[in-house]
């Protein structure tokens, strides 16, 4: 009997994790109450002491302003889920998504310039850099994919300037731009890729 190839056996949980992310995205952008209680707001969060809404560390990455802006995040996920996707599974691809989104938020907490923020781009930006790195381990088409991701990711942070400039307005858009929430989304990437690569080598680890 045959055992199934990789690319099959993630395949089924693909949908599953590009379903959780739409669907997660999809409540907090269009239900009102969602989107009021889930954005993030620094004299919220910052200004009450122990009695601030910490919740919205963990919710204002699925918080969208509007259905350009969701669509926008929904398709640069799920294209990010299909190429990292050759190398990594579902599961790990949707907790370096949540991880990053949460540690670029608790950063965003040191930027006072940012006073409120909502959207997946700091979370999409640590698992592109996080993905790239892993596709690195790959061969063939996985590794030159792996490459343009984190050349990609770093050439975008630095163009961005984020450190000289948190927040720069886009007219296309119609709002401000939290630039950065993507420098700390990529931080946060490399860093949990770092993380997972001691935990693999540890002394007495089987080296795969």
């Known amino acids: 009997m045959s055992l199934p190839s990789a690319a099959g056996a993630r395949w089924p949980a693909l949908p599953g994790a590009l379903a959780a992310v739409a669907a997660l995205g999809a409540a907090f952008t269009f239900v009102p ?5 889930g954005l993030y707001l620094r004299e919220a969060v910052m200004e009450r002491g ?3 809404e910490w919740w919205r560390l963990f919710t204002a990455m699925w918080v969208h302003l509007g259905w350009r802006h969701w669509l926008a995040n929904l398709l640069a996920a799920a294209g990010l889920l299909l190429l990292i996707g050759r190398e990594a599974r579902a599961g790990a691809m949707l907790a370096v998504l949540f991880a990053s989104g949460v540690a670029a938020q608790l950063m965003l907490c040191r930027v006072p310039s940012v006073a409120w923020y909502g959207g997946l781009s700091g979370a999409l930006h640590g698992l592109a850099l996080w993905g790239g790195l892993r596709l690195l381990s790959g061969g063939g088409a996985s590794r030159a994919i792996g490459v343009a991701l984190c050349l990609g990711v770093l050439v975008k942070t630095w163009l961005e300037q984020s450190w000289l400039a948190p927040v720069v307005f886009d007219a296309q858009w119609g709002f401000g731009v939290v630039r950065a ?11 949990l890729w770092l993380l997972q690569e001691w935990w693999r080598r540890r002394p ?3 080296f795969a």
Do not use: D
Not at 33 to 37: E, F, G, I, M
Not at 181 to 191: E, F, K, S, V
């Open 33 to 37: 109450w969602l989107h009021a209680h």
């Open 50 to 52: 122990v009695a601030g």
């Open 181 to 191: 929430a993507h420098a700390a989304g990529a931080a946060a990437g490399l860093a």
């Open 204 to 206: 007495g680890q089987p």
